[in-house]
Structure formats: structure tokens, C-alpha cells
């Protein structure tokens, strides 16, 4: 309740939060208390959401005294102080940080990456690729490296040499890889590079890049990721799967490490036999339950495959689905782990609308894709600011090479000292007219150190943290000066700043008050009770008995006046037959006993027996209207109290303030 409470106040303020624009002519048209109201501001004010052109005489009346209202209060708020409660400030930074955020990413960039999403999302693609590994921070010597060891691998590959056999053997992604025997033999055969089936959102942004920009069959260039530089080799591209459950016949290899190489042949020939087999019979009418039995043992039925994408497993597996539609069985296909026979139960294929675009962009928040839009708003500021790395051609170091001689392994477990960095004081960048020095950045490095790392070249991590020491420094720049840069914002921030301070304020004058204020709440309840009186009420007895036997006594005893007690102790002498409860009804309240009871004759009908259900009622007291409880209706007693003591403050605001308005100019703005 209090938060909606809040929500609209803050909406009603943003109807009347101050536009100031200067004019020629702009006389003080309100004067309250110690504030001056020029007709600029009530004109700015006004038409922020109302139109001026169809506002009637009583429309800007009624919308004055709403602003005198809200502006002597905010008045208030100022004379006590409230912007200074830790709360309310944490709060307030806490809204600002949420309004901040769209203005601190680049828009067009953000719209982009969900249109370049939109339409990834509609393709699968197989690729293959070969990794060589370095971080991201790595040395210039370290990237070169790699970079040039990927390279020669790429022009072995263009000069003929297959791309699996590479990965097999010079990838540092280790599931390209066979993996051997103590004996030397091959044990489990890797993957050559192949990765199989995905669609946007599965691999790191920067792979799937260059995967979907690579044409089919086509070998990339180096693509740099957070990994490393990959070739990505694309295989095949194919319409969106979606996603499937199925049922499948498995077949499976023998996988015994004991069997020959002649003995492992003809497994295989077995194995491929069996599911042709299968497939004929399933073509001449036998179901898949059947033929499963049939191949798989009397007791076995398909296994059931739970929901999955494209990228849940194998390729050459997925390969056999695409196409197929609820109901329709596959034809054998053949994976690392034996032959399959696949029914789909469920196909829910990728539909294009604003709930996928809806969901795309929640995606999009979660993943690092998100972190582009970033990028480009930090090198937009950057070069709106003249940023500038300062280079000293004839040092031996550049300014950030300086740390990686005063910067060792404590940073690694957060007990670096800067004072190890006290004798550099060289610039290292200027940003908006400011020079940052090595001093600047030794306090964030301070600041910023690292727990429980190790392994780590010290020298990338340097290079990491001066990364994001550049962003933080551009950022914070712009983040500082949103509400110059965008009068909109420092609107809308205002407009947070008085909604929640007059928010506190009115919890401590209204809201607080009337829920805690014990004895002001019943001063107030017992002037106004006889304006929440019970209507008619009756009070009765009503029975319950177990047959129509006892239905009959009871009611012959209820028609004589037998009192209840004597009732119960006869009927219930030898077993239990009859029981009692006393009740107090209102119409409407009961449909049950609104059966029994003809409410326009309840003085003369005493007793009312019902023998289908063996329910008997008899009627003690018609209960004339009275006072209901405070406990009952205090939620409706603190809501009207509540307005009592807006009521109240409003009138207080109006006598200890002064109060002047031109009516005749504000007014004149209609004609």
C-alpha cells in the first residue's frame, strides 16, 4: 500500500516539478511562503502534461491548488532537513543509478546488437574450430605470438592440410585431441575441433561473431575472444531447430577398451545391421516401442530425451533432426556413441515476436554481448573529451611499463603497499582537460588488488586493472555530469529527490502517525463509530444431527422452548446424534443459512428445520444495528483518519504561510 502510495506521489510530482525557461515578460504570479512563482514556471509546470489549449477556467484552478499544496509542503521538507537522513540518500543514489544506466550505455549500439540477435536466432551453425590460447590483457609479445602461430596453422590449412587432423594435434582447446592408453593406444578419440550445432547466445559473443560472418565451408580469419585466437571452420548452416523432445532406439557400440581393431569393425557392421533392420521394420508398420523391444530386449522402451536445442549434443546426431516434425521418425543416424532411431514427441520451433525480441533483450543484459554497448558509449565520451595516452618516444618505458617493476606478487592476495609506487609521477593520459598521472592510477590499483589468484602473469593483470581504470575515470566523468548534459534527466532526478523526501515527510505527518498513534486512532474511532454500525444481525442456535429420526425429536423439542442443554443431554445420552454450535449472521453472509431464514419475518419465525441435510436453526435474538469493533474495521478508520490529518496539515501550511496568487494573469493564459 505504502508503495503505490509513493509511486504516485512521485508520478503527481513529475506533473509539477519546475521547468524554469526565461521569457520577456515573467512577473511572479504565487507567492508562497518564502518562494516566488514566476508565470514561466507555472506555464513549464503546467504543460508538462496537460494541454493548455483545452484547459477550462476550473482546470487551472483546481491544478493551482494542487501546486500550492505540494509546493508549501516541499517547503517543509526543506525547513526540517530530510535530504540529510542516510536512508533516504541511500535511496535516492540507489534511483539515480537505475536512471543513470541508459544514459551511460550507447543506444544505437544496444538497438543493434538485439536486431543482430533477432536475426542469429533463426540459424544453427556447425563450425569447427582450432584455439591458441591468450588472455586478453596478455603482453604485445605474448598476443604477436599467438597470433602469428595461428596464422602459419591458417595457411597450412589453405595449402591442403585437413582442418581436423590440425586441430587433433595443435589446438590448445584439448577436446580436439585423442586421448591415449597407458599403452599408447587410442582410448577415447577426440572431437578434431568440431563443436557441432549452436545458435546465438551459446558460445562467447566474439566467437559467434566471427562464426556467423564466416560463409559456409568458409575458414576464418584469427578471431580474438577472451580465450584466445580461434580459425573457425563453418561446416554447415541450417534453419533454427528450436527446440525438441523426442524418443529414441539406441544401439550401441561396444566400447570394451579389450576389443581389436578387427573385432571393433565388426561390432560396427553389427551394430548398423540391427538399426537398418529396425528402420525397415518401423517402415512396414511396426512402432518404435516395438522395434525397440524387438532389438533392444522385451523389456526396454525408447528412451525419452528431455527437452534440448541444438547444442545438447552431438552434430552428426542433430544433423538427422532438422526437418522433422512432431510425430515423424528419423532415419538411422549414426553418432560417437552408436545408431539412432529418433521419434519427436514436441517441436517448438523459433517464432519471431515481441516476445522473442522481448526475451532476446533480457539475454542480452545477462550476457557480456551487452558490455559493446559499453564500449562504444566509452569510446564515444573518450573522443567527445580529447582523451590522449601520453607517449614519451624517447623513454625506455611507457608510464604503465613502469608498474611492472613496482608492482609484485602481494597484489595477487590484496597486500600490496603504495608506497612501492611512491616514485612514479609520470602522466599517463589526459581526459577533459585533466592529466592522470601513475599516481592515479597506483590508488586505484590500491584499491582494486586481487584475493586468493595465483598463476597469474602480474604484468597482465596490470594491464587488466589499467583498463579499467581508463573506463572508471571516463564513466564516473560522464556519470558526473549527466544532469548539465541532459536537462531531462536533472528533471527526472529532481522529481525523484521531492517525491521521496515529501514521501518521508508525509509518513511522519500522515501515514506513520495513524497506524501508531494508538490513542489518537481511538480518540478519532469513538467520534465517528455510529457511522459503522452492524446491520441486522441474528443470533441462533444452529444443530447438526445425523438422521431424520433425530432431526424430528430435535425439532419437536426446539418448538416446545427446550433449552439447549437439555436438547443436547437428551439426544446425545447414549451416543453422539446432535451437535450445536451458536452463531451470529448477517444477511448475505451465509448462504446456508440465508436457506433457512426469511429475513423480512425473523420475529415471528423461531425455528427453521431443513430434513434434507438434517439441519435445524432456531433463532435466540434479533441484533439491532450497533457499533462495529475498532479491531474490525481499522483499516477503513486509519484511511479516513488519514485524510483528517492531511486535511489538517493542509489548512496548517495555509494559516503559517503567505499565501498570494494573480489569478487574473494565470487565468489569462486560457482566453
Not at 248 to 258: A, E, G, M, R, T
Not at 475 to 502: H, Q, S
Not at 637 to 654: C, G, R, Y
Request: aromatic letters at 10%; one cysteine or more.
Amino acid at each position: 500500500m505504502k508503495r503505490m502510495i509513493k509511486n504516485s506521489l512521485i508520478g503527481l510530482i513529475s506533473v509539477i516539478v519546475l521547468q524554469v525557461s526565461a521569457q520577456t515578460a515573467d512577473p511572479v504570479v504565487m507567492k508562497l511562503g518564502k518562494e516566488d512563482v514566476k508565470l514561466s514556471d507555472f506555464i513549464n509546470t503546467y504543460s508538462k502534461n496537460n494541454d493548455l489549449k483545452k484547459a477550462s477556467e476550473q482546470d487551472i484552478r483546481d491544478y493551482i491548488d494542487l501546486y500550492i499544496n505540494f509546493r508549501l509542503k516541499y517547503a517543509e521538507v526543506e525547513d526540517l532537513h530530510l535530504d540529510t537522513i542516510i536512508a533516504l540518500q541511500e535511496e535516492l543514489a540507489s534511483y539515480r543509478r537505475q536512471a543513470a544506466e541508459k544514459y551511460l550505455n550507447d543506444k544505437e549500439a544496444g538497438d543493434q546488437l538485439v536486431e543482430e540477435a533477432m536475426e542469429r536466432i533463426q540459424w544453427d551453425l556447425r563450425v569447427s574450430h582450432i584455439l591458441k590460447r591468450v588472455l586478453p590483457d596478455a603482453l604485445p609479445k605474448d598476443t604477436l605470438e599467438a597470433y602469428n602461430a595461428i596464422m602459419k596453422i591458417r595457411n597450412r590449412i589453405l595449402k591442403g592440410e585437413a582442418f581436423a587432423d590440425i586441430a587433433s594435434t595443435e589446438s590448445d582447446d584439448k577436446s580436439a585431441h585423442d586421448k591415449k592408453s597407458a599403452g599408447g593406444e587410442i582410448a577415447q578419440k577426440g572431437n578434431g575441433g568440431d563443436l557441432g550445432y549452436f545458435t546465438v547466445f551459446d558460445l562467447v559473443y566474439d566467437f559467434e561473431t566471427g562464426a556467423y560472418n564466416t560463409p559456409v565451408k568458409g575458414l576464418s580469419m584469427p578471431v580474438r575472444s577472451e580465450f584466445g585466437y580461434h580459425l573457425i571452420f563453418v561446416q554447415d548452416k541450417r534453419p533454427a531447430l528450436g527446440k525438441l523432445k523426442a524418443s529414441q532406439l539406441l544401439i550401441s557400440f561396444n566400447k570394451s577398451p579389450n576389443l581389436t581393431p578387427s573385432e571393433k569393425a565388426q561390432d560396427a557392421a553389427n551394430v548398423e545391421k540391427k538399426i537398418k533392420d529396425a528402420y525397415t521394420d518401423i517402415q512396414q508398420g511396426m512402432t518404435l516401442e516395438e522395434v525397440t523391444k524387438k532389438y533392444a530386449g522385451e523389456k526396454e522402451t525408447p528412451v525419452a530425451l528431455a527437452l534440448f536445442g541444438c547444442n545438447r549434443y552431438e552434430g552428426d546426431f542433430i544433423k538427422g533432426l532438422y526437418g522433422l516434425k512432431a510425430g515423424d521418425i528419423s532415419q538411422p543416424i549414426q553418432s560417437s556413441f552408436g545408431w539412432h532411431i529418433v521419434r519427436i514427441e514436441e517441436c517448438s520451433p523459433v517464432v519471431i515476436n515481441d516476445e522473442t525480441r522481448s526475451s532476446v533483450k533480457n539475454r542480452i543484459l545477462r550476457d557480456r554481448r551487452s558490455f559493446k554497448s559499453k564500449e562504444v558509449f566509452i569510446e564515444r565520451v573518450k573522443k567527445e573529451n580529447n582523451f590522449k595516452e601520453i607517449i614519451d618516444k624517447k623513454a625506455k618505458t611507457t608510464p604503465l611499463e613502469d608498474f611492472y617493476t613496482v608492482v609484485d606478487t602481494s597484489i595477487l592476495n590484496d597486500t600490496w603497499l603504495l608506497s612501492q609506487a611512491e616514485g612514479l609521477n609520470r602522466t599517463m593520459f589526459s581526459f577533459a582537460g585533466k592529466d592522470y598521472t601513475q599516481q592515479d592510477f597506483a590508488k586505484y590499483l590500491y584499491e582494486n588488488q586481487f584475493k586468493d589468484i595465483a598463476g597469474v602473469d602480474i604484468a597482465v593483470l596490470i594491464n587488466y586493472t589499467y583498463r579499467n581504470f581508463i573506463d572508471n575515470v571516463v564513466v564516473t566523468y560522464e556519470d558526473e555530469n549527466l544532469e548539465k548534459k541532459y536537462p531531462e534527466f536533472a528533471d527526472l532526478m529532481k522529481e525523484y529527490r521531492e517525491g521521496i523526501l515529501l514521501y518521508e515527510l508525509s509518513e511522519i505527518k500522515v501515514w506513520r502517525k495513524a497506524e501508531t498513534d494508538t490513542v489518537a486512532l481511538e480518540n478519532y474511532y469513538q467520534t465517528v463509530k455510529q457511522n459503522h454500525l452492524y446491520p441486522v444481525r441474528l443470533q441462533a442456535e444452529y444443530y447438526k444431527s445425523v438422521d431424520n429420526a433425530t432431526t424430528a425429536k430435535t425439532a419437536s423439542m426446539l418448538k416446545k422452548n427446550v433449552s439447549a442443554d437439555k436438547i443436547m443431554g437428551k439426544m446425545n445420552k447414549k451416543s453422539i446424534t446432535l451437535v450445536l454450535d451458536t452463531v451470529i449472521y448477517r444477511q448475505g453472509e451465509n448462504k446456508q443459512f440465508d436457506a433457512f431464514v426469511d429475513w423480512t419475518q425473523t420475529a415471528s419465525q423461531k425455528v427453521f428445520v431443513d430434513n434434507a441435510e438434517n439441519e435445524l436453526v432456531r433463532i435466540q435474538a434479533v441484533l439491532l444495528p450497533s457499533p462495529q469493533p475498532l479491531d474490525e474495521i481499522k483499516g477503513v478508520i486509519v484511511s479516513d483518519f488519514q485524510t483528517i490529518l492531511e486535511n489538517e496539515w493542509i489548512e496548517s501550511l495555509h494559516k503559517n504561510n503567505t499565501i498570494w496568487v494573480d489569478y487574473d494573469t494565470i487565468l489569462s493564459l486560457i482566453k
